[in-house]
């Protein structure tokens, strides 16, 4: 099993690190990678940056904790999660997931639930600045409604 969770300032190539999470591996049957990239508009607003703010050591902990939570609820052989902070502008990577499992509703679902717990959960705060000048974005209750789907037991859960 491989696990890495890194916090970064700089760009990540999603590419190469799902082929190093991969390398040398014949009992992966499924990769699934997610980027999250800086759009150019905000609610329909010309952006110039996403700022990201994160407190060291505890976001990294957090995010670790649910990937070890991923890992419980599928069976899952790797999984890479990168997340940039700092100042981020449109066209730039945000945010990497990628899950590898031998079948590809374990990668997938793993995905999904890394991502929306990222959206929802993570210690982050993002700021957007725009020609209007610079603003702290608030939770969105869409991106709370889809991390609440994992509030019940997935189908390997509720088996054991």
């Not at 499924?30 to 990239?37: E, P, R």
């Not at 945000?94 to 590898?100: G, M, P, R």
């Not at 603003?135 to 054991?160: I, L, M, Q």
Request: net charge negative; with cysteine.
């Amino acid at each position: 099993m491989s696990n890495t969770v890194r916090l970064q300032a700089g760009e990540f190539d999603a590419a190469a690190e799902a082929a190093l999470l991969t390398r040398g591996r014949t009992d992966i049957g499924a990769v699934v990678t997610f980027t999250g990239i800086c759009r150019g508009a905000e609610s329909g607003e010309p952006i110039a940056a996403l700022t990201l703010e994160h407190y060291p050591g505890m976001a990294e902990a957090e995010i670790a904790r649910h990937v070890e939570e991923a890992n419980a609820r599928w069976p899952l052989l790797g999984v890479t999660v990168i997340h940039r902070h700092g100042r981020i502008e449109p066209g730039e990577n945000i945010v990497l997931v990628v899950t590898a499992s031998s079948h590809r509703e374990a990668a997938f679902a793993a995905a999904e639930f890394l991502m929306d717990y990222l959206k929802t959960r993570a210690p982050f705060w993002k700021q957007v600045e725009s020609a209007a000048g610079k603003n702290w974005v608030d939770a969105k209750s869409n991106d709370d409604a889809a991390a609440e789907r994992w509030t019940k037991p997935s189908g390997r859960e509720a088996a054991e």
